[in-house]
């Protein structure tokens, strides 16, 4: 695999970097760690040379630490805005994936609209993971896939059956029963819908959500990965279920693909994947589909 680590200076990518060299990666998997040097906001030569220093200590503190876990690491530094840097950056390496940070203040984890971490889940040509924390050490991860059969959900269930997690992790499948009600069916839902139209979409929609999670569990347990498994039937909104499922659960990330079964090819704005990301409580890996 190859990883793009975009560092900071913030506690945010101290807890990625921690996720990257705490984790166990493929042979022959190599992490190519980035900090971005704006420089629109440096006002003389004397400031340039400070700041290109300090991000010089800051890539080569994160190498030598990787180095120090086994995992071959290289460091680049690169002027420029960091949201278009870092997705410009992934491309030019053929990322598989990218790991920020990210920078919420209090409260529920929150990505604010139009920093660094959103714009990469949204430009990125490859999968993204947001680092929240770290998954304590003495146990392994607890991650929540959520799927809904989808080509995206396929390949995020693919992704994690291809890597190595810490022992005695465990995967937790949700997926949700969603009426999918043409334009005509939804003009005519409860209390107006005809019951034997209800009754016949909620078979199909719970049919869809066994068959997304049997789907995965064959992928996951062929890894050798211990699995568990969560229908929900819940008329709350996808992503609500997603992020109270994790919270209740203690999940140390939620992955989740890149588009489900109404999507298109791209994160959009008010996306489940997106809306997951923007408020999860823990680390959020979306992911797409190989290049």
Known sequence: MK?????????????ALSAVASRPWTAGSSVQVLNVLETSGI???????????????????????????GID???????????????DCANQI????????????????????GSVASAVLRQAPCSVEVVRAVAPPDRGMKILLATDGSECSAAAAQSIAQRPWPADTEVRILSVVELMLTPL????????????????LRETAMKRAQDAIASAEQVLTAAGLNTGEE???LVDPVKQIILDEAAQWGADMIVIGSHGRRGVDRLLMGSVSEAVALHAPCSVEVIRRGR
Do not use: C, N, W, Y
């Open 94 to 113: 053929g990322a598989d994936f990218i790991i920020v940070g990210s920078h919420e203040k209090s409260g529920l984890a929150r990505i604010l609209l």
């Open 3 to 15: 990883i793009l680590l975009a560092m900071d200076f913030s506690p945010a990518s101290e807890a």
């Open 73 to 87: 690491a290289a460091a680049s530094i690169l002027p420029g805005d960091p949201k278009a840097a870092i997705v």
């Open 185 to 200: 069916q939804a003009a005519f839902e409860p209390p107006f819908a005809d019951a034997d139209t209800m009754a016949a």
């Open 231 to 233: 229908i929900s039937v």
């Open 43 to 69: 006002p003389g030569q004397a400031e340039m040379e400070e700041m290109t220093q300090r991000s010089e200590v800051l890539v080569k503190g994160a190498t030598d630490r990787l180095h120090a876990e």
